[in-house]
Structures are given as C-alpha cells and as structure tokens.
C-alpha cells in the first residue's frame, strides 16, 4: 500500500472511530431508575457520560419472550422513557442498553392494589469533607433495599449538597431505586425547580393515586413563593380526592423543635396546614430537620425524617404543642403499611452515630417508634388493652 493510500485509508478509519467513539465509550453513570408510576404507565430514566442512543425493554413477569416490549431513546445524555398500556397492580421485569453497555433485569410495580407498603426518608446528602455519602446513606439506602415488597420510596429532599454529588447519590442509592419506583420531593438544595424537573421528569408539586392512597407532593422552597397563590390553588382542588387515605409531601417541616430553626417553617404553616387539616390530610411528610420528629397538630400526623445521612441537628428540649416522639444521632427511615382500613407508621432506626462519629447498628426488624392512623378511639383501646392483657370480660366492662 502507497503512503498516499495509507494515509486515506487511516484518515477513514480515524474519523470512523470518531464517529463511533462517543456511543461506544458512554457509561451509564445514573440509574436506571423508574418515576411517574401510575396504574398503566411508568418512566424510565438514565444519565451517560455522553449523548448516545438507548432503548429500554420490559415485560410482565413470568411472561413469554414474545410479550417484551421495546422502546427506544434518541442520542442524548439524560434519557427519560415513557412505558405506556400497562397492566395495573403489575410486576414488570425492565433493562435499559446505551451503547455497548446493557443492565440486567430490574423491577418494578405498577400502582392498583388497595393494600401495600412504602418508605419514606430523606436528607441525604453527604458533608465532604467529614463524611460521604457512602458513609451514611449508604447504611440507610442498604438497610430500604433488604425491605420487600416495597412498592415505592418517597424522598423528602435534598439529595445531594451540590451538583457534584449527583453522581454519589446514584451510586449509593442504585441498588435500591433500580427495583421500585422513586417519589421525589424537591428540597432546597437540588438547585432549582427546572434542575429537579431534568433529573426526575416531574414537576416541583405534582399528585397520584396508589391504591387506597392520595399523595400530594409540593413544592416548599423559596423559589416556589413567587407563584405560591398558584401552587396553594392547586393544593385545594387535588385534595378533593375521594380516596379514604391522604398524605402530604414538601421539605420544610412546618413544626419542628431544631435549635437552627425553632418552631419550623411558620409561613408554610400558615399557607398550608389549615387547608391539609380541612381537607382531613392524614399525615405530612417533611426532611430539612436532620433528625427525626412527629408531631400531632389538629388531626393531622406530622413526620419530620431527615435522617437519611446528613449531618444532624440538636433539637431544642423545650417542644412545641402536639410534639409526640423525637430521636437525635440515629440514621432512619419511616415504614408506611396501607391499607383500606389503616395506614401504620413506623420509625425504622438503621444506626446511631454519636458526634465523635462512632457507629452502631441497629438490629433489622427494629422499631423505635409506631402510630396507627385512624388513632384507636377510647373504646377501640380498652379492646386493644384486654387483648395484652388477656383479662378475660375486660372490654365488656366499658360497655
């Protein structure tokens, strides 16, 4: 070969391999991970290092190999798929290829059973450079993923401490958010509303049935205010849902004993406890408060868990009205069981970390903290109490 045809031959090859470089050498650096689950649709979403085409398949499980489905994703970096005609109250099976890189199966359920349970945790995000992620949420992200049957995990907000920190939070929480779907809230320091909405292919406050179950997710950050007449509106016309169960998520606590911030966030309190409390919202849901707290205010449960690996806060020992269980130092999560009847809510401690950093785990199956919604009433206890006790004629005697 002459050197003129040489030097054609691998200028051919060299922009061939230009062209083709960027697809073969993109990694999957975030998810999969499934959001916007309803009762016959779900989205699929994945970040590469690179703009390259994907795809993603699924099928029912146990179903036959001429049931999978197929749809693709155009060349770009940050891929949310749309899977559409789902079966309600279904596992499906999903993988998700980009380039030359292809997952192996994962799960997830569609929406439509009465009866189910969920998790709910937040403020994850790392404090670098004392500790990682992978240092604390780890331990809690480890701990979501052994749980069963999980049908999908709320997080409260604040992921991540900065841009940066995105791709640690994937990471740590990848084996869990790969096998169910995630609910996300938007927490001061994802950055932005249209920063959330990219990653997470979701509005800032948005709502969904699961079941027996209405959740109304919104948007508590200070860029939220400038419309928050809008948002407020919202709220007052989702809440109408007939469904027998309620819950509310947003990220600032609107009661909470932490030093920093005593009593909580009174302008979320005043634009929106009244309407939750009106609208008969069972339990609220909050983080920002890097601990754990319940507090019982006109009806309503609320949860302030902050616990998923930032650096703690003191609570203030002097407790607003209606405060019912607080913990300090300990990593955890809430366990929520639903079903037509009830919701039970449960306090899941993963580990205590005292303020030199010393770890202890918490055995699994452990409970710190336990509320019925609807609270038995007085007669409704003395049954529960005859039970314990197993005195035989107990309850009758309050009739």
Same mark, same amino acid.
């Given at each position: 070969m002459n050197r003129c045809r040489k030097a054609r031959v691998m200028a051919?090859?060299?922009?061939?391999?230009?062209?083709?470089?960027?697809?073969? &050498?993109?990694?999957?650096?975030?998810? /999969?991970?499934? #959001?916007?689950? #309803?009762?016959?649709? @779900?989205?699929? &979403?994945?970040?590469?290092?690179? /703009?390259?085409?994907?795809?993603?398949e699924y099928a029912p499980e146990g179903s036959e190999s001429g049931d999978v489905g197929r749809i693709s994703s155009p060349e770009e970096a940050m891929h949310h798929?749309?899977?559409?005609?789902?079966?309600? @109250?279904?596992?499906?099976?999903?993988?998700?290829? #980009?380039?030359?890189?292809?997952? $192996? %199966?994962?799960?997830?359920?569609?929406f439509g059973e009465q009866s189910f349970t969920c998790i709910i945790y937040g403020d994850t995000r790392g404090q670098k450079p004392y500790?990682? !992620? @992978? $240092?604390?949420?780890?331990?809690?992200?480890?701990?979501?993923?052994?749980?069963? %049957?999980?049908?999908?995990?709320?997080h409260t907000g604040d992921f991540v401490c900065g841009d940066e920190e995105w791709d640690e939070f994937f990471s740590v929480a990848g084996p869990m958010l790969r096998n169910t779907t995630l609910v996300p809230v938007a927490g001061n320091h994802e950055g932005s509303a249209e920063a959330f909405s990219a990653i997470f292919s979701l509005p800032a406050y948005y709502s969904f049935d699961a079941g027996s179950l209405h959740v109304t997710v919104l948007d508590s950050n200070d860029w939220a205010w400038p419309d928050m007449d809008t948002q407020t509106a919202w709220l007052e016309e %989702?809440?109408? &849902?007939?469904?027998?169960?309620?819950?509310?998520?947003?990220?600032?606590?609107?009661?909470?004993?932490?030093?920093?911030? /005593?009593?909580?966030? !009174?302008?979320?309190?005043?634009?929106?406890?009244g309407i939750l409390s009106q609208n008969n919202v069972d339990a609220v849901v909050s983080a920002h408060t890097h601990a754990y707290e319940r507090y019982r205010v006109d009806g309503t449960e609320y949860f302030i868990i902050g616990c998923g690996g930032a650096p703690f806060y003191p609570l203030a020992e002097e407790k607003l009205e209606g405060h019912q269980a607080g913990r300090e130092q300990?990593?955890?999560?809430?366990? @929520?069981?639903?079903?037509? $009847?009830?919701?039970?809510?449960?306090?899941? /401690?993963?580990a205590e970390i005292t303020e030199d950093g010393e770890v202890t785990m918490y055995p699994a199956g452990t409970v710190i903290d336990t509320v019925r919604l609807p609270a038995p009433t007085s007669g409704e206890w003395w049954n529960v109490l005859a039970s314990l006790h197993r005195i035989p004629g107990l309850s009758e005697l309050w009739r």
């Open positions: 051919a090859i060299a922009v061939l391999f230009a062209l083709l470089s960027p697809a073969a &050498s993109a990694a999957i650096v975030w998810g /999969p991970y499934v #959001t916007n689950t #309803t009762e016959e649709s @779900a989205v699929v &979403s994945w970040k590469t290092t690179s /703009p390259v085409e994907g795809w993603v798929v749309l899977l559409t005609n789902l079966s309600p @109250a279904t596992t499906y099976r999903y993988r998700i290829s #980009t380039g030359d890189e292809t997952t $192996e %199966d994962h799960r997830f359920r569609t500790f990682a !992620q @992978a $240092e604390r949420h780890g331990l809690v992200a480890k701990r979501i993923a052994a749980e069963e %049957d999980i049908l999908f995990v709320i %989702d809440l109408a &849902s007939p469904l027998p169960w309620k819950i509310a998520a947003f990220h600032h606590p609107p009661f909470s004993s932490d030093r920093k911030r /005593p009593g909580g966030d !009174q302008a979320i309190r005043a634009e929106w406890c300990t990593l955890g999560y809430l366990r @929520a069981t639903v079903s037509p $009847e009830s919701i039970v809510m449960e306090m899941v /401690p993963v």
